[in-house]
Protein backbone atom coordinates (compact mmCIF):
# COMPACT_ATOMS: atom_id res chain seq x y z
CA UNK A 1 0.00 0.00 0.00
CA UNK A 2 1.35 3.12 -0.76
CA UNK A 3 2.07 5.95 1.07
CA UNK A 4 -0.94 8.72 0.76
CA UNK A 5 -3.56 5.28 0.57
CA UNK A 6 -2.80 5.28 4.28
CA UNK A 7 -4.76 7.99 5.22
CA UNK A 8 -6.99 8.08 2.52
CA UNK A 9 -10.00 5.89 3.86
CA UNK A 10 -9.21 7.42 7.78
CA UNK A 11 -9.36 10.97 6.55
CA UNK A 12 -12.47 10.67 4.09
CA UNK A 13 -14.78 11.17 6.80
CA UNK A 14 -12.36 12.14 9.43
CA UNK A 15 -9.97 14.40 7.88
CA UNK A 16 -11.83 17.81 8.21
CA UNK A 17 -10.73 18.47 11.43
CA UNK A 18 -6.49 17.94 10.40
CA UNK A 19 -6.61 19.80 7.50
CA UNK A 20 -9.21 22.89 9.09
CA UNK A 21 -7.12 22.17 11.96
CA UNK A 22 -5.32 26.04 11.73
CA UNK A 23 -8.02 28.14 10.44
CA UNK A 24 -9.58 29.06 14.00
CA UNK A 25 -8.26 30.96 16.63
CA UNK A 26 -4.74 31.81 14.83
CA UNK A 27 -2.88 33.91 17.34
CA UNK A 28 -2.25 37.20 15.37
CA UNK A 29 1.82 37.48 14.15
CA UNK A 30 2.03 33.89 14.55
CA UNK A 31 3.39 33.17 11.15
CA UNK A 32 6.39 35.90 12.19
CA UNK A 33 7.84 32.99 14.46
CA UNK A 34 10.58 32.57 11.99
CA UNK A 35 11.63 33.60 8.62
CA UNK A 36 15.51 33.14 8.65
CA UNK A 37 17.74 29.97 9.41
CA UNK A 38 15.87 29.64 12.85
CA UNK A 39 12.87 31.05 14.48
CA UNK A 40 13.59 35.15 15.38
CA UNK A 41 12.10 36.84 18.09
CA UNK A 42 9.03 35.04 19.41
CA UNK A 43 11.30 32.31 20.31
CA UNK A 44 12.84 34.65 23.10
CA UNK A 45 9.21 35.52 24.09
CA UNK A 46 9.22 32.72 26.41
CA UNK A 47 12.55 31.33 26.66
CA UNK A 48 13.44 33.84 29.24
CA UNK A 49 11.21 32.28 31.80
CA UNK A 50 14.39 29.84 32.97
CA UNK A 51 14.69 28.20 36.40
CA UNK A 52 13.06 24.77 37.93
CA UNK A 53 10.55 22.56 35.95
CA UNK A 54 8.76 21.80 38.40
CA UNK A 55 5.76 23.50 37.57
CA UNK A 56 4.24 25.68 34.46
CA UNK A 57 4.88 29.38 34.92
CA UNK A 58 1.48 30.66 36.09
CA UNK A 59 2.28 33.33 33.25
CA UNK A 60 2.06 31.08 30.74
CA UNK A 61 -1.28 31.16 28.38
CA UNK A 62 -4.10 28.92 29.47
CA UNK A 63 -6.64 27.22 26.30
CA UNK A 64 -4.15 28.14 23.79
CA UNK A 65 -5.51 26.98 20.37
CA UNK A 66 -4.14 26.16 16.82
CA UNK A 67 -1.34 28.47 15.81
CA UNK A 68 -0.89 30.20 19.22
CA UNK A 69 3.14 30.69 19.63
CA UNK A 70 2.54 30.27 23.23
CA UNK A 71 4.24 29.92 26.02
CA UNK A 72 1.05 27.75 26.65
CA UNK A 73 0.15 26.03 29.98
CA UNK A 74 -2.92 24.02 28.59
CA UNK A 75 -4.00 23.94 24.74
CA UNK A 76 -7.77 23.04 23.23
CA UNK A 77 -7.55 21.09 20.05
CA UNK A 78 -9.31 22.27 16.83
CA UNK A 79 -11.60 19.89 14.92
CA UNK A 80 -14.95 18.19 15.41
CA UNK A 81 -13.91 15.98 17.58
CA UNK A 82 -14.34 17.13 21.15
CA UNK A 83 -11.43 16.86 22.63
CA UNK A 84 -11.11 18.40 26.03
CA UNK A 85 -8.50 21.16 26.57
CA UNK A 86 -5.09 19.34 27.45
CA UNK A 87 -2.95 20.40 30.50
CA UNK A 88 0.89 20.87 29.29
CA UNK A 89 3.86 19.62 31.54
CA UNK A 90 6.55 21.53 33.61
CA UNK A 91 7.87 23.17 30.56
CA UNK A 92 4.74 24.48 28.45
CA UNK A 93 4.93 24.73 25.30
CA UNK A 94 5.38 27.42 22.37
CA UNK A 95 5.17 27.11 18.77
CA UNK A 96 7.45 28.86 16.04
CA UNK A 97 5.84 28.83 12.48
CA UNK A 98 7.02 28.79 9.20
CA UNK A 99 10.44 28.63 10.36
CA UNK A 100 13.78 27.24 9.30
CA UNK A 101 13.70 28.77 5.72
CA UNK A 102 17.44 27.83 4.71
CA UNK A 103 16.68 24.32 5.43
CA UNK A 104 13.69 24.52 2.57
CA UNK A 105 12.89 21.11 0.60
CA UNK A 106 11.18 20.60 -2.22
CA UNK A 107 7.51 21.16 -1.92
CA UNK A 108 5.55 18.12 -3.24
CA UNK A 109 3.27 19.07 -5.93
CA UNK A 110 0.09 17.45 -3.15
CA UNK A 111 0.78 20.63 -1.07
CA UNK A 112 -1.29 22.78 -3.01
CA UNK A 113 -4.27 23.51 -1.20
CA UNK A 114 -6.31 22.63 -4.48
CA UNK A 115 -4.64 19.43 -4.55
CA UNK A 116 -6.98 16.83 -5.90
CA UNK A 117 -6.07 13.88 -3.57
CA UNK A 118 -6.38 16.10 -0.20
CA UNK A 119 -9.37 18.17 -1.52
CA UNK A 120 -11.47 14.60 -1.99
CA UNK A 121 -10.10 12.89 1.78
CA UNK A 122 -11.08 16.04 3.37
CA UNK A 123 -14.54 16.72 1.49
CA UNK A 124 -13.26 19.83 0.13
CA UNK A 125 -12.05 21.76 3.07
CA UNK A 126 -8.05 22.33 1.70
CA UNK A 127 -9.33 25.62 1.18
CA UNK A 128 -9.93 26.59 4.70
CA UNK A 129 -5.91 26.36 5.74
CA UNK A 130 -4.79 29.29 6.91
CA UNK A 131 -4.39 32.40 4.27
CA UNK A 132 -2.68 35.80 4.14
CA UNK A 133 0.47 36.12 6.99
CA UNK A 134 -0.41 32.94 8.08
CA UNK A 135 -0.64 30.84 5.45
CA UNK A 136 1.08 27.55 5.41
CA UNK A 137 5.00 27.27 4.09
CA UNK A 138 4.92 24.02 2.96
CA UNK A 139 8.47 23.79 2.33
CA UNK A 140 9.26 25.25 6.11
CA UNK A 141 9.05 24.00 9.40
CA UNK A 142 6.91 23.95 12.70
CA UNK A 143 9.21 24.07 16.10
CA UNK A 144 7.43 22.91 19.37
CA UNK A 145 9.67 23.70 22.09
CA UNK A 146 9.28 24.20 26.06
CA UNK A 147 7.80 27.90 26.48
CA UNK A 148 11.46 28.02 29.26
CA UNK A 149 14.72 26.85 29.49
CA UNK A 150 16.61 25.53 32.08
CA UNK A 151 19.94 27.04 32.47
CA UNK A 152 22.62 24.82 31.18
CA UNK A 153 19.84 22.10 30.01
CA UNK A 154 20.54 20.42 26.53
CA UNK A 155 16.84 19.37 24.85
CA UNK A 156 16.69 16.18 23.17
CA UNK A 157 15.71 16.71 19.39
CA UNK A 158 12.32 14.56 17.57
CA UNK A 159 11.65 14.62 14.08
CA UNK A 160 7.58 14.66 13.32
CA UNK A 161 6.54 13.43 10.10
CA UNK A 162 2.52 14.21 9.03
CA UNK A 163 0.00 11.80 7.72
CA UNK A 164 -0.90 12.25 4.37
CA UNK A 165 -3.00 15.72 3.71
CA UNK A 166 -2.35 16.63 7.37
CA UNK A 167 -0.06 19.60 8.62
CA UNK A 168 1.70 20.09 11.84
CA UNK A 169 -1.35 21.55 13.51
CA UNK A 170 -3.25 18.26 13.45
CA UNK A 171 -1.25 16.79 15.62
CA UNK A 172 -1.12 19.96 18.41
CA UNK A 173 -1.62 18.25 21.01
CA UNK A 174 0.52 15.32 21.05
CA UNK A 175 3.62 17.53 19.75
CA UNK A 176 3.09 20.40 22.30
CA UNK A 177 2.44 17.69 25.06
CA UNK A 178 5.78 16.30 24.14
CA UNK A 179 7.13 19.66 23.80
CA UNK A 180 5.83 20.58 27.13
CA UNK A 181 7.96 17.98 29.05
CA UNK A 182 11.65 18.73 27.86
CA UNK A 183 11.71 17.93 23.71
CA UNK A 184 12.24 20.15 20.90
CA UNK A 185 10.21 19.08 18.30
CA UNK A 186 10.82 20.19 14.40
CA UNK A 187 8.04 19.16 12.10
CA UNK A 188 8.26 20.12 8.44
CA UNK A 189 4.94 21.15 6.59
CA UNK A 190 4.82 19.12 3.89
CA UNK A 191 1.89 16.82 3.80
CA UNK A 192 3.49 14.43 2.14
CA UNK A 193 6.73 13.03 3.49
CA UNK A 194 6.38 9.37 3.57
CA UNK A 195 10.03 9.44 1.36
CA UNK A 196 11.79 10.61 4.84
CA UNK A 197 13.43 13.39 2.67
CA UNK A 198 11.81 16.49 4.61
CA UNK A 199 12.18 14.82 7.79
CA UNK A 200 16.35 14.29 7.19
CA UNK A 201 16.06 18.18 5.86
CA UNK A 202 14.29 18.82 9.55
CA UNK A 203 17.43 16.96 11.55
CA UNK A 204 19.92 18.93 9.06
CA UNK A 205 18.01 22.80 10.58
CA UNK A 206 18.14 21.63 14.31
CA UNK A 207 21.96 20.29 13.91
CA UNK A 208 22.84 23.85 12.18
CA UNK A 209 20.69 25.98 14.51
CA UNK A 210 21.83 24.36 17.56
CA UNK A 211 25.95 25.28 16.15
CA UNK A 212 24.62 29.09 14.98
CA UNK A 213 25.11 31.56 17.28
CA UNK A 214 22.46 33.29 15.66
CA UNK A 215 20.51 30.68 16.75
CA UNK A 216 17.77 31.38 19.32
CA UNK A 217 18.67 27.44 19.36
CA UNK A 218 22.40 27.95 19.90
CA UNK A 219 23.77 25.28 22.01
CA UNK A 220 20.49 24.22 23.69
CA UNK A 221 19.62 20.81 21.89
CA UNK A 222 21.77 18.05 22.96
CA UNK A 223 22.42 16.25 19.32
CA UNK A 224 23.42 12.95 20.56
CA UNK A 225 19.42 12.11 21.90
CA UNK A 226 17.37 12.16 18.44
CA UNK A 227 14.39 10.77 18.32
CA UNK A 228 11.86 10.27 15.17
CA UNK A 229 8.16 9.80 14.87
CA UNK A 230 5.02 10.18 12.34
CA UNK A 231 1.47 9.08 11.85
CA UNK A 232 0.48 7.21 8.60
CA UNK A 233 2.50 8.24 5.86
CA UNK A 234 4.49 10.26 8.24
CA UNK A 235 4.91 7.01 10.05
CA UNK A 236 6.59 5.55 6.51
CA UNK A 237 9.16 8.86 6.41
CA UNK A 238 9.93 7.64 10.16
CA UNK A 239 10.71 4.37 9.47
CA UNK A 240 12.69 5.36 5.89
CA UNK A 241 14.84 8.29 8.78
CA UNK A 242 15.65 5.23 11.18
CA UNK A 243 18.31 4.73 8.94
CA UNK A 244 19.99 7.76 9.59
CA UNK A 245 22.79 7.97 11.96
CA UNK A 246 21.48 10.82 13.69
CA UNK A 247 18.34 8.62 14.95
CA UNK A 248 18.40 6.34 18.20
CA UNK A 249 14.76 5.42 18.69
CA UNK A 250 11.28 5.85 16.42
CA UNK A 251 7.84 5.66 17.43
CA UNK A 252 5.35 4.57 14.47
CA UNK A 253 2.03 5.86 14.99
CA UNK A 254 -1.01 3.98 12.78
CA UNK A 255 1.93 3.06 9.90
CA UNK A 256 4.02 0.08 10.34
CA UNK A 257 4.76 -1.98 12.77
CA UNK A 258 8.43 -2.63 13.48
CA UNK A 259 12.06 -0.51 12.24
CA UNK A 260 15.66 -0.63 12.05
CA UNK A 261 15.99 1.00 15.26
CA UNK A 262 14.03 0.67 18.36
CA UNK A 263 10.51 1.46 18.18
CA UNK A 264 7.45 1.57 19.92
CA UNK A 265 4.39 0.98 17.29
CA UNK A 266 1.03 2.23 18.10
CA UNK A 267 -2.42 0.94 16.26
CA UNK A 268 -5.75 0.58 17.25
CA UNK A 269 -9.14 -1.61 16.38
CA UNK A 270 -10.30 -0.33 12.79
CA UNK A 271 -6.80 0.81 11.74
CA UNK A 272 -6.52 0.71 8.13
CA UNK A 273 -4.79 -2.56 7.21
CA UNK A 274 -6.79 -4.36 9.83
CA UNK A 275 -4.09 -4.74 11.95
CA UNK A 276 -4.39 -7.23 15.55
CA UNK A 277 -2.64 -7.32 18.88
CA UNK A 278 -1.66 -10.92 17.45
CA UNK A 279 0.13 -9.64 14.17
CA UNK A 280 1.67 -6.28 16.18
CA UNK A 281 3.17 -8.87 18.67
CA UNK A 282 4.73 -11.16 16.08
CA UNK A 283 5.54 -8.06 13.99
CA UNK A 284 7.62 -6.67 17.49
CA UNK A 285 8.83 -10.70 18.03
CA UNK A 286 10.18 -11.27 14.77
CA UNK A 287 11.74 -8.00 14.85
CA UNK A 288 15.88 -7.62 14.82
CA UNK A 289 15.72 -4.43 17.21
CA UNK A 290 13.93 -4.01 20.70
CA UNK A 291 10.56 -3.00 19.98
CA UNK A 292 6.89 -2.86 21.71
CA UNK A 293 3.53 -2.32 20.75
CA UNK A 294 0.52 -0.54 21.83
CA UNK A 295 -2.72 -0.94 20.46
CA UNK A 296 -6.01 0.55 21.71
CA UNK A 297 -9.34 -0.50 22.09
CA UNK A 298 -12.17 1.13 22.68
CA UNK A 299 -11.86 3.94 20.53
CA UNK A 300 -13.86 6.78 19.35
CA UNK A 301 -15.93 5.84 16.42
CA UNK A 302 -15.89 9.04 13.88
CA UNK A 303 -14.50 7.68 10.84
CA UNK A 304 -14.57 4.50 8.95
CA UNK A 305 -11.45 3.51 10.23
CA UNK A 306 -11.19 5.55 13.70
CA UNK A 307 -8.53 3.14 15.07
CA UNK A 308 -6.06 5.26 12.53
CA UNK A 309 -7.09 8.63 14.39
CA UNK A 310 -6.87 7.75 17.99
CA UNK A 311 -4.21 10.53 18.29
CA UNK A 312 -6.16 13.23 16.91
CA UNK A 313 -9.41 12.08 18.25
CA UNK A 314 -8.34 10.79 21.58
CA UNK A 315 -5.31 13.21 22.45
CA UNK A 316 -5.15 12.15 26.03
CA UNK A 317 -5.01 8.49 25.78
CA UNK A 318 -1.62 8.78 23.93
CA UNK A 319 0.14 11.54 25.39
CA UNK A 320 1.58 9.69 28.55
CA UNK A 321 3.34 6.65 26.02
CA UNK A 322 4.60 9.00 24.04
CA UNK A 323 6.65 10.70 26.47
CA UNK A 324 7.36 7.83 28.52
CA UNK A 325 9.29 6.23 25.47
CA UNK A 326 11.00 9.46 24.62
CA UNK A 327 12.23 9.41 28.42
CA UNK A 328 12.92 6.25 28.90
CA UNK A 329 14.68 5.67 25.63
CA UNK A 330 16.46 9.10 25.24
CA UNK A 331 17.10 9.89 28.95
CA UNK A 332 17.44 6.16 30.63
CA UNK A 333 14.60 7.64 33.39
CA UNK A 334 13.89 5.00 35.73
CA UNK A 335 10.10 6.20 36.72
CA UNK A 336 9.35 5.74 32.57
CA UNK A 337 10.87 2.70 32.02
CA UNK A 338 8.10 1.59 34.20
CA UNK A 339 5.57 2.18 31.63
CA UNK A 340 7.25 -0.70 29.50
CA UNK A 341 9.23 -2.88 31.74
CA UNK A 342 8.20 -5.86 34.40
CA UNK A 343 5.15 -7.88 34.49
CA UNK A 344 3.16 -4.98 36.34
CA UNK A 345 4.45 -2.29 33.73
CA UNK A 346 1.69 1.00 33.83
CA UNK A 347 0.89 -0.33 30.26
CA UNK A 348 0.27 -4.00 31.02
CA UNK A 349 -2.50 -5.85 31.68
CA UNK A 350 -4.91 -3.23 30.65
CA UNK A 351 -7.15 -5.03 28.04
CA UNK A 352 -10.41 -3.58 28.24
CA UNK A 353 -8.74 -0.35 27.14
CA UNK A 354 -5.45 -1.67 24.97
CA UNK A 355 -3.19 -4.50 24.36
CA UNK A 356 1.04 -4.20 25.55
CA UNK A 357 3.81 -6.02 24.10
CA UNK A 358 7.73 -5.79 24.02
CA UNK A 359 10.87 -7.76 23.25
CA UNK A 360 14.29 -6.58 24.58
CA UNK A 361 13.28 -3.89 26.69
CA UNK A 362 14.99 -3.72 30.33
Known amino acids: MGPGALDAGARRDAGRGPVNAGARDAAPGAADAGGGSAASGAVDSGAGDSGSATGTPSAFKRGCKDLDPGPCASFIPGGPYGAKELELGPYGASLDYNTGKDFKYPVASGDADNDFTCGTIS ?19 SVYRPGKYNEGEKLPIIVWGNGTCAWPEAYGPLLRYVASHGFFIVAPNSRWVGDGTAMKKGLDFAFAANDDSKSPYFGRLDTSKVGAMGH ?22 NGGSSASKP ?44 G ?50 QKGLD
Not at 123 to 141: I, L, N
Not at 243 to 250: G, I
Request: proline content about 7%.
Open 123 to 141: GGQTSMMPSGPQAVDYSAY
Open 232 to 253: SQGSSGTATVASDSRVKAVILW
Open 263 to 306: FLAVSGDGDIGDPSPASMRSAVQSARVDGAFLFYHMILQMSDAP
Open 308 to 357: HLTLVTQPARVVEPAVAWWKYILHGDPASKEFFVGADCKLCNSKPEFEFG
